[in-house]
Structures are given as structure tokens and as C-alpha cells.
């Protein structure tokens, strides 16, 4: 048995909301999800995300069970494609959306098998008895300081190019994803999120909350809260899947 909750909120500071998400829960326990963060102006952050999560989720939809389970990392890719290709479309016939882009974190879950994709900072993350352990690597600049050994992972919480990401749906004629693969146990949770999230709450706080907080069903609202407490001066989604 699969239960999965979504959230999302413009937060303290922005006045609209430019994240979008899709959370799909069959009858089977076939799971898809994706949270996209939009950026590039007042309008056209949210039309990036909104068409990113459109256009991927109806091709996801409009797959058989059959086809999207012989190859689940291949569709998502192709579903981050056809995204890429409209917001990039988009962005190069409608003036008001030059330059517009989005992140995405996307999710196909079945029997305990996960597929993920990300491009961008918006993330992935596997929760468990055993701690939380971030799936996805972020497409930014300090991720890659990080991974050079140039920065702590401490020190980029508070680096002044933390938001400065090197890659988005949109931003090129060809997206630039990521694949991964993993297990998930009954117990454990899967948490989406947008950095407006990820920012503001650290790795075991996150844990925290899925494992140890109140009802699960609640999660989600109880880590918006905190995240609002805190001046979210960005916004907030988060999806969360626990395997039961």
C-alpha cells in the first residue's frame, strides 16, 4: 500500500506563486509526481512551470501501464523533453516569456521501485529508519563547489549564489536530465521539493517530520508551516510518498 500528500504556497515574500506540482496515486499503486519551480519574470516563471507539469503529465497519462513500466527512466526522459521543447517554444514566440525556465524533480514508483529525474535544484529525497539521503545532485553553482570539495555542505546553505542554478527546462534547445534508480521500503518516505523548501528546513529536520512528527497525512502542511515561520521568501511544494 503507497499513500502520497502534495502541497504547495507562494510563501511570505512572493506575490505569485511560480512552483507547480502533479501527484497521480493509481488504484495499483503506480505513482508519478513532479514539482517544477519556475523562473524568469513576474508572469513567465509560472507559465515555465505550469506547461512543464502539463505537458509532462499528459504524455505520462497517455502512456499504457505496459509501455511506461518496460522502460520507466525512458519515459520520464522523454516526458522532460516534450516539456523542455514547449517552454523553450514558448519562451522564443511570446515576448512576455523570453528567457523563461524551470527546474523539475519527477517521480515513477512501482512495487518499491523508484525512477527519478531532476534538472535544476528542486529535489528528491529517500527517508528512512536509516536516516535521509538526498537522491538527486542540483544543477548549481555551489552544488559544484560542493562536489569540488571547495565548499561544505554547511557553508552552501548560506552562499550568496546558492539560487543560481546551471540548468532548466527551457533554458536550451536539448535538456540536460538526470536518471536515478532506488529501492524503497515499506516504512520509508520519498519527499519533492522546491528549494523554497530545501532552504529553509535541514536534511534532519525533514526526517524528522516524516518519521518522528504527527500523522504523515500532515507532513506536508507541517513542513510548509515551518518553513513560513521561518520568512519563506520563496515559494513552497513539497510532495511526500510514504511505501506502507
Not at 65 to 92: C, F, I, K, M, T
Not at 100 to 122: C, F, Q
Not at 149 to 170: C, F, V, W
Request: glycine share 10%; proline share 2%.
Amino acid at each position: 500500500m503507497i499513500q502520497a500528500w502534495g502541497i504547495t504556497d507562494k510563501g511570505v515574500v512572493r506575490s505569485q506563486n511560480q512552483d507547480s506540482y502533479y501527484l497521480n496515486l493509481a488504484e495499483d499503486g503506480l505513482v508519478m509526481a513532479i514539482v517544477c519551480d519556475g523562473m524568469g519574470g513576474a508572469r513567465a516563471g509560472n507559465v515555465a512551470s505550469s506547461l512543464a507539469v502539463d505537458v509532462a503529465a499528459a504524455y505520462l497519462e497517455e502512456l499504457s501501464r505496459e509501455e511506461l513500466l518496460r522502460d520507466p527512466g525512458g519515459h520520464l526522459a522523454q516526458a522532460a523533453s516534450l516539456a523542455n521543447e514547449a517552454v523553450y517554444h514558448r519562451a522564443g514566440q511570446d515576448e512576455e516569456c523570453r528567457g523563461m525556465g524551470t527546474t523539475m524533480v519527477a517521480l515513477l514508483l512501482w512495487e518499491g521501485k523508484a525512477h527519478v529525474l531532476n534538472i535544476g535544484d528542486s529535489r528528491a529525497y529517500h527517508l528512512g529508519e536509516e536516516g535521509i539521503r538526498k537522491v538527486t545532485r542540483d544543477h548549481s553553482v555551489v552544488e559544484d563547489l560542493v562536489h569540488r570539495g571547495e565548499l561544505t555542505p554547511e557553508e552552501a546553505r548560506s552562499h550568496p549564489q546558492k539560487n543560481l542554478i546551471t540548468r532548466a527546462l527551457g533554458a536550451e534547445r536539448e535538456a540536460r536530465t538526470d536518471l536515478y534508480q532506488l529501492t524503497v521500503k515499506p516504512g520509508e518516505f520519498l519527499l519533492l521539493c522546491s528549494d523554497g523548501l530545501s532552504n529553509l528546513l535541514t536534511d534532519q529536520e525533514l526526517l524528522y517530520e516524516a518519521l518522528y512528527g504527527e500523522a504523515p497525512e500532515t507532513c506536508c502542511r507541517r513542513m510548509l508551516d515551518i518553513a513560513l515561520s521561518r520568512g519563506a521568501p520563496d515559494n513552497v511544494t513539497a510532495v511526500l510518498i510514504q511505501m506502507m
